[in-house]
Nanobody
Framework: QLQLAESGGGLVQAGGSLRLSCVAS?????????????MGWFRQAPGKEREFVAS????????HYSPSVQGRFTVSRDSSKNTLYLQMNALKPEDTAVYYC????????????????WGQGTQVTVSS
């Protein structure tokens, strides 16, 4: 199966920056390679639903962002390392959440139901 591992979370003051990483390994249950999957970043704050942040793909020049992070966050990838990144700038207290990377079969999915592999999450806390 695909395994995803996020890292890079931490505590930062409002206006600061963090870069999250997600390392992918293995294969999906269906037998597809890592490069066949669409990738997404989601976040979830306590008491709230999991929220779409950004999506991309390993083999397509495609990026999509939630309006709440557009212009502040940038998703990128290093295919040679099977690593996905989320550069977060101009962080706000409302960005505080556990951030997850995810993999799924369909490019551009913005719902968590469109992804079937998930990392364990990394905590991002933005102080006021």
């Amino acid at each position: 199966q695909l395994q995803l591992a996020e890292s890079g979370g931490g505590l930062v003051q409002a206006g600061g920056s963090l870069r999250l990483s997600c390392v992918a390994s293995g294969h999906s249950v269906s037998g597809h390679a890592i490069s066949d999957h669409a990738m997404g970043w989601f976040r979830q704050a306590p008491g709230k639903e999991r929220e779409f942040v950004a999506s991309t793909a390993w083999v397509a020049d495609y990026r999509h962002y939630s309006p709440s992070v557009q212009g502040r966050f940038t998703v990128s990838r290093d295919s040679s390392k099977n690593t996905l990144y989320l550069q977060m700038n101009a962080l706000k207290p409302e960005d505080t959440a556990v951030y997850y990377c995810a993999a799924g079969p369909s490019l551009g999915a913005t719902s968590s139901t469109g992804y079937n592999f998930w990392g364990q999450g990394t905590q991002v806390t933005v102080s006021s």
